[in-house]
Structures are given as structure tokens and as C-alpha cells.
């Protein structure tokens, strides 16, 4: 069976990489600044930092100690731990929500291969105001065709790895890129923040507006901070079930949780700085990085090899991030339904690039998803809402209280402990498992049901 020869990494950098991979995408370097541009700056950034620290360092631990455990998928996990119960649900949402991100997910990645090619031929690489910014970007994603070829080109790519299993092929590409990624994005930042009027995009990121916070901006903070860390939704109970048993898991995670929240915060030193001085909106929406970066290539010397480093990165980032999503919803097909493994990347994959066609076309191409049923939000914003945001707080509340009260606390310490490495500050973590997450995602959750405030 699958089991007997489950994967391992080749040890604690192995998976630092690899998590870390799953973990930095997208979400930091698109979703974030866009999220904060929208929600006012500041407040919204400490609501974050706030939920990484409370919410996501708890929610990883739990997650890994459930995957070093059971070395199973997310729902075989629960199956493993009790077995004949409804937990496995929790599970299955999971793989849906793999399912859910990966559908809109893909989108965003394959315009990341456009900026790649037009930073390969030239066209990112020059001087480009906000205006000629904005309109390649809207060329691009109201074309009926290219973002649909493009989505799936990039799901093409992350069957490919899936199909040949993850850790050898993941561990050696991220053990060299995202290293390369920090210090292109470093780069970035000086440059970014010694521009014209840079500095008001400082005080934008970090000076928190404490009346700019509504109960979206908390769910979108708590939301942002689960989607960036790659929790509730399982993938790190998978990940976690490959970690070698000597290894220490404690500090593995908690590094990979600093790596990420790092690589956002470094992205928005980027974003800001840079916007203020082109004069984009922060609330511009999703196409924000995409219109505000080609921006400062055209300042920076080299400008073209610094866009082509950074789009190449940002799609290898974006690649790592998509490995993980398709690879809970393969583990599961694998483990629990038998199918073999190149039968399931190519299937799931498949049905993953059919969800994403609505997404490709929610940007202007179609009047439908641009406008989903008249709610005056795109297809494609809704996905993420719904799945990025939602669903992944409905799998960490349920994953702290599987934690917190079936499972246990002792047994998640005992696993997260096995191989003699503590976990600093215990009672800290069952307090943060039992009572804050618990109390904070629900309370965030049941207020936003009865004030209606979803988005
Ligand atoms: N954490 C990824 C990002 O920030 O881009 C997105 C993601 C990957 C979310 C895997 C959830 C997941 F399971």
C-alpha cells in the first residue's frame, strides 16, 4: 500500500524548505498587500501579526503533530485517530478547499507567466508609468483566451511534480530558489523605499488606523493569516506526515511560520513605498502588485534581469504553493480511494483546471463571472472569500477543538516532542489551542454571520 512507501524529507531543512514552499506564494506577495491595501493599511497589518502569532503558530503546531502522528492525509489522519466519527469531515473539507484555492488560485499564478514572457521580450523590464501599467494588466486578464491557456499551462506544471511525488523534486528546487527569492525581494525593498515619496507608504503599512477596522477587516486579517501560513485545509497535516521522526518538528514549524510572515511584510515594503510614489490606490484590488511592480523595474539598473529574476521567482513561488494544494487532494485520492498517483494528479488536476476556467474569464471576459449573480463581486474574489478566508477558519476552529478537547493536548505535545526536542512555552500552546483560538475564531465567525458582513 501507499503507506509502506511513504516519503520522507531528507530532514529538517528538507522540510523547512518544502513547508516554507507550500507557505510562500501568492499569498504573500499578491494577496497580502492587495488585502491590506483594501483594509486600510496599518490596522489591518497588526491584526495579522497578531493572528499569525495567536491563531497560526498554534494552528501549525496542531496541524504537523497530527501528520508526524498518523503519516496519513488529512482524512485518513482523523480516521487514524478516531475512527468511525465525523471528524474526518474536517478532512474532506479540506480536500475540497485544496479543490476551491487551487481552482482560483491557478488563475493568478498563470498571470504570472504572461509577466515572466513579458519580462523575457522586454516589455516589464523598461520604464512604464501607472497608466501604461494598468492597461497591460487589464489587457491581459479580460482576454477571453490567455488566462484560461495560461491556468492551465501552470496546473499542467503542478501535475507534473505531484504525479512524481514531492520530496526530492520540491526539496532540491526550493532549497535553491527561495533563498534567491529573499534576496531579490530584499532588493526590491531598498529600492522601493528610497523612492519619491516612499516613505508615505511606510507610514501606510505600519501606522495603524484604528477606525479603518470593521468586523471584514478582522476576518480578512484572520483570514489572510491562515491562507498565508497554508493552514486549515490539511496541507500541513500532510507535510508534517512525511518529517522524519529524529528531526525537531517544534522549531521546524515555528521557523516556517517566521519565513512567511517575513516574506509579507518584505512584500509590502515593496508594494507601498512604490505605489505611493506612482500614485496607484491602495485599494486598487487584486491586479495591484501585478500594476505597481513594472513600475520600478524601469528605475532600478538591470531593470529587465531584476523583472525576469522576480516574475521567474514569483511563478516558482506560486508553483511550491500549488504542489501543496493539489497534493492534499492527491494524498487523499492515493491513500484512501486507492487510485494510483500519476491517475489522480491527472484527473484531480484536471477537474482543477475546469473550476478555473469561471475564475480566468471573473476579470472582464465575461460579464457573468465579472459580475457573479448580481452580487457585484467577480467569481474569482468570491472563490477566495469563500474557501481562502472561510473555509480554512472553519478547518482551524475545528482543528483546535479536535485538538484541544478529543485528541488531546498531552498527545499533540508527545508527538510534536518525539524525538526529545521541547516545544518551548507548552502551557502557553494549550491555552492558545484550547481557549483563544477557539473563543477569537468563533467570535470572529458568528459576528460576521449575524451582521451579514462577509466580504
Ligand atoms: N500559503 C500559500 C500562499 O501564501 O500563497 C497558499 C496556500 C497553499 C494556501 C497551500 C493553503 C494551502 F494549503
Not at 501507499?2 to 523547512?16: P, T, V
Not at 479580460?142 to 499551462?153: H, K, N
Not at 526590491?188 to 501606522?207: E, Q
Request: aromatic share 12%.
Amino acid at each position: 500500500m501507499a503507506m509502506a512507501s511513504r516519503d520522507q524529507w531528507s530532514g529538517r531543512m528538507g522540510f523547512i524548505f518544502a513547508a516554507a514552499g507550500s507557505a510562500i506564494g501568492l499569498g504573500n506577495i499578491w494577496r497580502f498587500p492587495y488585502t491590506a491595501g483594501e483594509s486600510g493599511g496599518g490596522a489591518f497589518v497588526l491584526l495579522y501579526l497578531f493572528f499569525v502569532a495567536v491563531i497560526g503558530i498554534p494552528v501549525v503546531l496542531s496541524e504537523l503533530a497530527i501528520g508526524r502522528t498518523t503519516q496519513r492525509n488529512p482524512v485518513g489522519a482523523f480516521k487514524a485517530l478516531v475512527p468511525g466519527s465525523l471528524w474526518p469531515y474536517v478532512g474532506g473539507l479540506g480536500v475540497l478547499t485544496g479543490f476551491g484555492i487551487l481552482a482560483f488560485y491557478a488563475v493568478i499564478a498563470g498571470w504570472t507567466l504572461s509577466y515572466l514572457y513579458g519580462a523575457l521580450t522586454g516589455v516589464y523590464g523598461g520604464v512604464l508609468d501607472g497608466e501604461q501599467s494598468l492597461a497591460l494588466f487589464t489587457e491581459l486578464i479580460s482576454d477571453p483566451t490567455m488566462p484560461i491557456v495560461l491556468s492551465g499551462i501552470f496546473i499542467v506544471l503542478t501535475i507534473i511534480v505531484v504525479r512524481g511525488g514531492v520530496s526530492k523534486g520540491i526539496e532540491r528546487v526550493t532549497k535553491v530558489l527561495m533563498p534567491l527569492l529573499l534576496v531579490i525581494l530584499v532588493i526590491l525593498a531598498i529600492r522601493s523605499v528610497t523612492l519619491p515619496g516612499g516613505v508615505d507608504g511606510l507610514v501606510y503599512l505600519f501606522k495603524p488606523d484604528f477606525s479603518k477596522i470593521t468586523i471584514s477587516v478582522v476576518m480578512s486579517a484572520l483570514g489572510q493569516a491562515l491562507f498565508s501560513l497554508s493552514l486549515g485545509m490539511g496541507a500541513m497535516i500532510t507535510y508534517g506526515s512525511y518529517f522524519p521522526d529524529k528531526e525537531n518538528l517544534p522549531s521546524a514549524g515555528i521557523t516556517v511560520a517566521f519565513f512567511d510572515t517575513a516574506i509579507a511584510i518584505l512584500a509590502g515594503l515593496i508594494i507601498f513605498p512604490a505605489l505611493f510614489s506612482v500614485g496607484v490606490e491602495p485599494g486598487a484590488g487584486p491586479g495591484l502588485v501585478f500594476v505597481v511592480l513594472p513600475s520600478i523595474f524601469g528605475s532600478l539598473p538591470a531593470g529587465q534581469l531584476f523583472a525576469i529574476a522576480f516574475y521567474a521567482l514569483l511563478a516558482i513561488a506560486a508553483l511550491t504553493s500549488t504542489i501543496s494544494l493539489l497534493e492534499v487532494v492527491v494524498s487523499y485520492f492515493v491513500d484512501e480511494k486507492g487510485w494510483s498517483r500519476n491517475k489522480s494528479a491527472w484527473v484531480l488536476g484536471g477537474l482543477c483546471f475546469v473550476l478555473a476556467v469561471p475564475s480566468a474569464l471573473a476579470s472582464g471576459a465575461s460579464p457573468m463571472f465579472t459580475d457573479f449573480l448580481g452580487t457585484g463581486v467577480d467569481f474569482l474574489t468570491l472563490n477566495n472569500n469563500i474557501w481562502g478566508n472561510y473555509s480554512l477558519s472553519i478547518g482551524a476552529i475545528s482543528l483546535c477543538i479536535f485538538v484541544g478537547y478529543k485528541w488531546g493536548v498531552p498527545n499533540a505535545l508527545a508527538s510534536l516532542e518525539a524525538s526529545g526536542h521541547k516545544l518551548p512555552a507548552p502551557a502557553l500552546f494549550g491555552f492558545l489551542v484550547r481557549y483563544v483560538c477557539p473563543a477569537a475564531v468563533g467570535a470572529v465567525l458568528i459576528y460576521v454571520i449575524v451582521t451579514g458582513n462577509y466580504f
